[in-house]
């Protein structure tokens, strides 16, 4: 039996949350009933964070103490983009991610995730009080943000200057994409984008490659692309694809080490139970070679692909996806 473990992100709840049909305590019950654990979204979920009121906290303790999920990973932004004038400096985006760990610490969780665009030169300064209050921090590796990136690599480059064990990374599964998610596609499609332009685009995945690394090679998109777009529309589509990317899982093998967290991306979860887009019996199996033994935490996002006049299937796709993990685990032996 491996020893990779199943989380839920509160994020793939959103939609739930926002318009009120579910609290807290409702996404609690839910990943109680699924045996799950924890990864959850702070800024958008505790009124007041980094700084919330001793009511809320209090409120956080029962619910800990009465449902007893685990909290595994809370996801943080530092907003460098908080003024419409200018960014945030060095030194208050340091307090940000400051503030910001002391919170993950009273909530009880070891581990945080840092969102892709955080600036690499705010991680020594808060080192010091990551390893006072015993909070891992991990860059998240998104799709259209990979390890070729340079503010992924400036972050890498840290954690190998440092050498700390409180550094390391959170590997996003849209990294290893295999189609263009079909959802997305509908989407779009409804909103009246050129069919030509989605043959296109699906037919750079077909073989075997992906629209960030084939318009890179390009030097950028292709005239008999571009010739096919019509519209804004379509133009926005093809720009919006090269964030799924095709990588091999074999990308993470010099990376492992440092690996903490997985998002278990799901942009669709198809009737006979496997994720449209991304192969995960492979890369499971590929992770337990590698003796990874952290979460895989089910990160729903095809809530925001959710057709006019139609039902977002938050819970649906979320057992749906928690029931493909939990079967794939199991069949690894040891």
Known sequence: MSNIKRSVSFYSLQDHYARGKMNLEDIFKF???MGAEMEFISDQMLKGTPHPSEESLKEWD???????????CNDIFINTCLYKNRTLTTKEATDALIEEIKLAHRLGFKLVRLVSKTPAEIIEPALPYAEKYDVTLALEIHGGMSFDNPMTKAFIDVIHKTKS????IVVDTGIFCRRHPRVATNYFRSLGVNEEVIKYIDDIFASGTDPKQFFTKQGGRPKELLDLCKNELDHMYTIFSDGYETSDFSILDEHMPY???IHGKVYEMTEEGVEYSIPYDELIKYLDEKGYEGYISTEYEGNRFTLDGEEVIELE??????????KYIAKLGR
Do not use: D, I, S
């Open 317 to 326: 796709q979320v057992r749906k996806h928690q029931e493909m993990l939990k």
């Open 259 to 261: 690996v903490k967290h």
């Open 165 to 168: 064990p409180y550094l390391g």
């Open 62 to 72: 029962r619910l800990m103490a009465e449902y007893k999920v685990k909290p595994v």
């Open 31 to 33: 990943l109680k009933e």
